[in-house]
């Protein structure tokens, strides 16, 4: 995966985001998750960095990295963004 720049900043709703230019946000909350839900979001955004909306295609990239992607999501669900 390539991206254009990364920063972190403190979300109130979400646990990060990309855009068409490829640049990553993330929550400074993300820190306080476990490590395996924080891979999930750095894979999940980093996923968007080929497929930006959330269709089929995306979830097959995404599967394609993590075979999990779908029950961390459920696990992330658990938590906060404003923790």
Same mark, same amino acid.
């Given at each position: 995966?390539?991206?254009?720049?990364? %920063?972190?900043?403190?979300?109130?709703?979400?646990?990060?985001?990309?855009?068409?230019?490829?640049?990553? !946000?993330?929550?400074?909350?993300?820190?306080?998750? +476990?490590? &395996?839900?924080?891979?999930?979001?750095?894979? &999940?955004?980093? *996923? &968007? %960095?080929? !497929?930006?909306?959330?269709?089929?295609?995306?979830?097959?990239?995404?599967? *394609?990295?993590? +075979?999990?992607?779908?029950?961390?999501?459920?696990?992330?669900?658990?938590?906060? %963004?404003?923790?």
């Amino acid at each position: 995966y390539s991206y254009r720049s990364v %920063t972190i900043r403190r979300l109130k709703a979400r646990w990060g985001s990309c855009n068409q230019y490829k640049d990553i !946000v993330l929550n400074l909350q993300l820190m306080q998750l +476990p490590w &395996h839900l924080i891979n999930y979001v750095l894979l &999940h955004e980093l *996923a &968007h %960095t080929k !497929v930006l909306r959330h269709g089929p295609d995306f979830w097959d990239e995404l599967a *394609a990295s993590l +075979p999990s992607a779908r029950t961390l999501q459920k696990q992330l669900r658990k938590y906060q %963004t404003s923790l």
